[in-house]
C-alpha cells in the first residue's frame, strides 16, 4: 500500500509527491505573496473539494491550516510565481492528478 506525503519546496517553487521517501512526480506551483506567505511547516489534507469556483480552479484540498490549500487556478500564468495569499496554486490538470492519487490525511510538508 501507497505511503504518500507531500512536501512544497517553496524555493523551488515545487510541490513533490512522495512514497514513502521517493520522489514520484514533481509539479510547478505558485506560491504566497511577500504579505502573506505560504506558511513554512508540517499539516496534513483535511478535505477536498471538485469545482470550489473562482481563483480556486478545478480542485480544492484544505490543509489543517484553517483557510489553507493545495487548489487549481483560473489564471494558469500564475503558477512559478509568488501571487497567492499564502495557498499552494497548481495548473488545474495537475491539481486533479494529484487529488485523485492523495487521500485524505496525506501529510504535507511546506518549507523554504
Known amino acids: 500500500m501507497p505511503n504518500y506525503r507531500i512536501i512544497t519546496d517553496l524555493s523551488q517553487r515545487m510541490l513533490y509527491l512522495l512514497d514513502n521517501d521517493t520522489v514520484i512526480r514533481g509539479f510547478p506551483v505558485g506560491i504566497g505573496k511577500m504579505l502573506s506567505v505560504s506558511p513554512v511547516g508540517e499539516y496534513t489534507i483535511i478535505n477536498k473539494q471538485k469545482n470550489p ?60
Open 53 to 112: 469556483g473562482g481563483p480556486f480552479g478545478v480542485f480544492w484540498m484544505g490543509l489543517s491550516k484553517p483557510h489553507y490549500g493545495i487548489h487549481g487556478t483560473n489564471d494558469p500564468s500564475s503558477i512559478g510565481k509568488k501571487v497567492s495569499h499564502g495557498c499552494i496554486r497548481m495548473y488545474n490538470e495537475d491539481v486533479l492528478a494529484l487529488a485523485a492519487t492523495v487521500p485524505i490525511g496525506t501529510r504535507v510538508t511546506i518549507r523554504e
